[in-house]
């Protein structure tokens, strides 16, 4: 689903490399767009030469977003960016924000159902049309097969396809959507607080036997929000965590400058490859 090019496309920004690459591309594809940049989310260099193109909100105050948007008269959104999920406490909800809640019951749900909702409420309440960070960026989708030097091992392989079993278990509960198993052991499963989190315990573990990480679409997810997403940092972690690489799934995981990943992974001895779940190690 490309975007419209006769359109205004609104970028909700959260945090990371990934809204500034929205960004560049829509003004090399002279895409006219209009930024929402959450405080406390989103880098403070994301919206660099752009200030007449964007505001700056707090989270809560997602009535006032809309407005903003539809003043700008955009059509089409995109949502790109890490967002941690705050309590409630310190959401401070506007009123539009506050009903949203109510109706969907969003802080009880999964970050899957809390997207799904959010989704489903723009387009059927609000009339925008939500699309993929992929549609305007296919080039960051993961493609099949190794990506870089390096290949997995049998071992490797053995670990991969128990991983993506667990990944895909936790994703089906909308928990996570990234798994480590080292010597065909589950290790660590994504939580909320994401796959640098998982990683971080996975170093202190010490671990001597290597490893992998898996990072899958979960089960039924809203594929134009939240695809799993590694990036340099995610090399670096891995690395620390001595696993021997990473698994993630082909046209459904975003890698943040591809060249980079690579290359960071190739100088640090990992493995990167892209897999099918329904069909890695059939």
């Known amino acids: 689903m490309a975007p419209d090019k006769n359109h205004k496309i609104g970028i909700i920004a959260g945090g990371g490399d990934l809204p500034r ?3 560049d591309a829509c003004k090399k594809n002279n895409q006219d767009f209009h930024v929402i940049a959450f405080k406390g989310q989103a880098d403070k260099e994301t919206t660099d030469g752009i ?3 964007c505001d700056w909100l707090r989270l809560g105050a997602i009535g006032k977003a809309i407005d903003i948007l539809k003043s700008q008269n955009c059509k089409e959104l995109v949502m790109g960016g890490t967002i941690r999920r705050p309590g409630i406490g ?4 506007d009123a539009r924000t506050a009903k949203f809640f109510l109706k969907t019951g969003a ?8 997207l799904s909702a959010i989704v ?3 387009e059927e309440d609000d009339g925008f049309r939500i699309i993929g960070v992929h549609n305007i960026l296919p080039e960051l989708l993961a493609p099949l097969g190794v990506l870089g030097a390096i290949s997995p091992s049998n071992k490797d392989a053995g670990d991969i396809a128990t991983a993506i079993h667990a990944a895909l278990d936790l994703g089906r509960k909308d928990l996570g959507q990234g798994a480590v198993v080292s010597n065909g052991k589950i290790i660590a499963l994504e939580e909320k607080d994401g796959t640098d989190a998982m990683l971080a315990r996975v170093e202190k573990m010490e671990i001597t036997d290597g490893g992998v ?3 899958v679409v979960k089960p039924g997810q809203e594929r134009r929000v939240d695809l799993p997403t590694i990036g340099v940092d995610t090399v670096a972690a891995v690395s620390a965590a001595k ?3 990473i698994g993630i799934e082909a046209g459904g995981a975003i890698i943040v400058e591809r060249e980079k990943v690579i290359n960071a992974a190739n100088n640090a001895g990992i493995f990167i490859i892209g897999i099918n779940p329904s069909e890695f190690g059939n």
């Open 90 to 93: 310190s959401l401070l909800p």
């Open 243 to 245: 696993l021997g690489g």
């Open 21 to 23: 690459k929205l960004i």
């Open 51 to 53: 200030s007449d193109k």
């Open 107 to 114: 802080m009880a749900l999964g970050d899957n159902g809390l």
């Open 120 to 122: 489903k409420t723009l």
């Open 213 to 215: 990480l898996v990072k």
